[in-house]
């Protein structure tokens, strides 16, 4: 009886208090996963992503070239950019499909080629301001998550104020805040 007693608190320390067969299965388990992100990763994210930039790029190319021949003071107008600037601070968006879940708080500026130009922003500050929202508000969360988007998230911005103020030169547009919740 009284090796009994003295057998079960030695059974109960004896317990190991690690697993080797977590080692065993967990470790080549999570490899294999690994593996088969980067594999995913690797062949399916990346080339999707790669023809939506090269989509955006053609698409900003042709842009540029079309402003080029327009323009006539080009390097004036790069030797100045942010001389003038014209700041729409905290326009708050709830973005496309989010039932008002989520949002968008974003700061943007305009870098503008003269005083005048500035001006006349002031002068259609609603106006902008609504064009801003609608445009934003317009865009589901993926568009305004992906970082390639927002380039040509801000050609349209551009040309929408240039649509607004006909005789309005906007030589850059700036994200100076953007957060999404």
């Known amino acids: 009886m009284a090796?009994?007693?003295?057998?079960?608190?030695?059974?109960?320390e004896k317990k190991p208090k690690f697993n080797i067969k977590v080692l065993l299965i967990g470790i080549p388990l999570f490899m294999i996963q690994l593996i088969i992100v980067y594999f995913i990763t690797a062949n399916f994210l990346l080339d999707?992503?790669?023809e939506g930039n090269?989509?955006?790029?053609?698409?900003?190319?042709?842009?540029?070239?079309?402003?080029?021949k327009n323009e006539d003071n080009t390097s004036a107008s790069q030797n100045e950019l942010g001389k003038y600037v014209y700041l729409e601070e905290?326009?708050?968006?709830?973005?496309?499909?989010?039932?008002?879940?989520?949002?968008?708080?974003?700061?943007?500026?305009?870098?503008?080629?003269?005083?005048?130009?500035?001006?006349?922003m002031k002068e259609k500050e609603i106006p902008i301001?609504?064009?801003?929202?609608?445009?934003?508000?317009?865009?589901?969360?993926?568009?305004?998550?992906?970082?390639?988007?927002?380039?040509s998230l801000k050609s349209e911005i551009s040309q929408k104020v240039k649509n607004l103020i006909p005789n309005l030169k906007v030589n850059k547009v700036y994200f100076s805040k953007y957060i999404i919740q």
């Open 3 to 12: 090796k009994d007693k003295t057998e079960k608190p030695e059974e109960i």
């Open 90 to 120: 905290d326009v708050i968006v709830n973005p496309a499909n989010t039932q008002g879940k989520r949002l968008l708080l974003t700061s943007i500026g305009f870098d503008l080629k003269s005083e005048e130009n500035k001006t006349a």
């Open 48 to 50: 999707k992503w790669k």
């Open 129 to 151: 301001r609504d064009m801003i929202i609608t445009t934003l508000a317009s865009k589901t969360i993926d568009q305004l998550n992906s970082i390639s988007f927002r380039d």
């Open 54 to 68: 090269q989509q955006l790029t053609a698409n900003s190319n042709a842009e540029l070239t079309s402003e080029n």
